[in-house]
DNA sequence: ACAAAAGTGTTCTAACTACACCCATGA
DNA sequence: TCATGGGTGTAGTTAGAACACTTTTGT
């Protein structure tokens, strides 16, 4: 066997798939590229792993210099490893997921890119590299996860509203919800919990406003929510 | 920024936790390593990665070359990132496992190693490495999966009886399950059919034999077996 | 005939689904 | 007072848990 280090190593790449949520769907932000390759197109922002970074302190650089983002959830999605993925050479991409409430955020556009935006999911551009394929993973990952981890409420303000969660719910999960079974099971769960407040404004009756429970464990919760069976 | 490829990569490793099935019990392959680090400690198998492999690929040749095995079920664990998770320099492992059936193969200790062993995964030695934490994702992993993926089958032989298969699952989740629920469970979910033989020899009645469904599509099947509430 | 392990069925309970009416608000 | 959307309860069904007896075999 060789030497450590007479090796040759791939480029390591780290790949964000960030979502959000706002205009009541949900969206991924997406980079127009300024350079080669893949210029012009749109991929998932992303970086080149440093010697000295971890694969999130690589996450928070990039969220922060190309998006202007710091402080977020992130989460390991997967390792792509196709060897032609990248048209400059070798390059493995470990991507992460992350869940955000673009309003807390003004996007910034930086040096690299030409442009950053936010793009429903359901409309998305053509993708370089295989990212479309790693937005498809995280897509999934997303929907699942969300059945049994508090992770929606990532994505909406700190205080929020049962109809808001239920939206999200549904615009995620892609499939309708009834509306008395979803307040029942999360109510049950012990996830979220009245402030006793109420959302004032609109021309009907004012919903009450919740909280996630940031003090309860990570224990059992598992929505079970399914899709309708077609027939 | 800086032009691709002037920057300096991390190695990238590939480590294996093979699950094996025998004597009653779940074990984990184990290598005792002849050179530094760790040298005569045991850890997972591992290799680093070729310029021109995948991960799979360089699991494959890690099977063959220092186990002996070949044709696996792999599927990727996690990647790990620590600093300073190996004492050489920088190095990100992507973990896989993979599940065997250890009748069918005899064991090769490769020219890297002292020794090769399957350990009851209730008695394992100290890990070099993270590998003791790489293990315990993979085995959190492996208890999931079974749950819904008909994995247990590849820890068995092609035929095999339901007691079999039952004590499979209780030695992998590590809690009893009813024997009469855990059939009409598992025969519902359509994954395996009888062969119509029984197993002889035993002083006792014979019990059937089945065989895994291959051609079932991996649809729907959830065991939800749960381990039974402690009060 | 006995010991050992496999095969089988039912009752009880908890969880989920489906569903419709009343309430609060602003215009 | 009306339109809009939020809040609430129940009956019926289904899925899961708990549980014990009978059958087959070798000695």
């Not at 996630?212 to 929510?225: M, P």
Request: hydrophobic letters at 40%; charged letters at 25%.
């Amino acid at each position: 066997m060789k030497p450590f280090n007479s090796y040759k190593n791939p480029a390591l790449a780290v790949d964000l798939v960030v979502f959000g949520y706002q205009g009541e769907s949900l969206s991924v932000l997406l980079l127009n590229r300024k350079d080669e390759p893949f210029k012009d197109q749109w991929t998932l922002p992303g970086g080149f792993l440093q010697m000295e970074e971890t694969f999130k302190d690589t996450c928070a650089r990039i969220l922060l210099t190309k998006l202007g983002i710091n402080n977020l959830y992130t989460e390991q999605l997967f390792s792509f490893d196709d060897i032609n993925r990248d048209p400059r050479g070798r390059v493995i991409s470990v991507s992460y997921f992350t869940l955000i409430n673009p309003k807390r955020f003004a996007l910034v556009t930086g040096s690299m890119a030409n442009d950053v935006k936010w793009f429903n999911i359901a409309k998305l551009p053509a993708l370089g590299f295989d990212h479309r394929h790693i937005f498809k993973i995280a897509l999934e990952r997303l929907r699942a996860k969300i059945q049994y981890n508090p992770v929606g409420f990532e994505l909406l303000n700190e205080k929020f509203t049962l109809p808001e969660l239920h939206q999200l719910y549904e615009q995620v999960l892609d499939f309708p919800i009834d509306r008395r079974n979803f307040r029942r099971k999360i109510l049950d769960s012990g996830f979220i919990s009245s402030t006793g407040e109420k959302k004032t404004g609109a021309q009907n009756r004012h919903p009450d406003i919740y909280m996630f429970n940031k003090q309860l464990k990570s224990n059992q919760f598992h929505l079970n929510l399914q899709s309708p069976a077609k027939d």
